[in-house]
Each structure stands twice: as C-alpha cells, then as structure tokens.
C-alpha cells in the first residue's frame, strides 16, 4: 500500500493506522475482533469513515482539512478497504 502523504507527520500517521487496523490494535477493534465502535475516539473514527467510505467525493475535504492528522486516518481507512477489496478480487 503506497502512503499518499508528502508531509513527514502525515505519513506517519497514516502509517500508523494501517498499523493499527493490521495488528486488530484495541482502539480499532473489541477484545472479541469486532470493529469497534467510533464513540469517544475521534481518529478511529475518521479510519472507520474512511473504511466505509462515507465521504466518497475527496473534493469534500478542503485545503485546511486535508492537513488535519484526522484526514491521514481518514485515507488510512480508505487504503485499508481498497487493499481488501483488490485481495478479495484477486481470490
């Protein structure tokens, strides 16, 4: 999965939310494997936003918010679905 980020903090955060979703880390997923639910975790729940791919349109984001570190879970989400979906077509 390539990073989309230029920006030294952006890409780590994205890296680090692929990370997160990968290891099944406690802030993304209950003790049992379920998703977790995005109340009280703002980046989780962004990743989960992007997963589902609630905001389809990327021209949604502005300049401004396409700095938050909100957005790099946001994409990290969307790269993680995309990536299952290109491993579930390659089955």
């Known amino acids: 999965m390539t990073n989309p980020f230029r920006h030294k903090i952006m890409r780590r955060h994205f890296d680090a939310a692929v990370q997160m979703y990968r290891s099944k880390h406690r802030d993304m997923f ?3 494997g379920v998703r977790r639910s995005p109340a ?3 980046f989780a729940s962004y990743f989960w936003r992007g997963y589902d791919d609630l ?3 990327y021209n949604k984001w ?3 918010s396409r700095r938050m570190l ?3 879970f946001y994409r990290a ?3 993680c679905r995309l990536e299952r979906l290109a491993g579930a077509a390659r089955s």
């Open 77 to 79: 989400g969307n790269a």
């Open 70 to 72: 909100a957005y790099a």
């Open 62 to 64: 502005d300049r401004a």
């Open 55 to 57: 905001f389809i349109d």
């Open 40 to 42: 009280g975790n703002s």
């Open 30 to 32: 209950t003790p049992q």
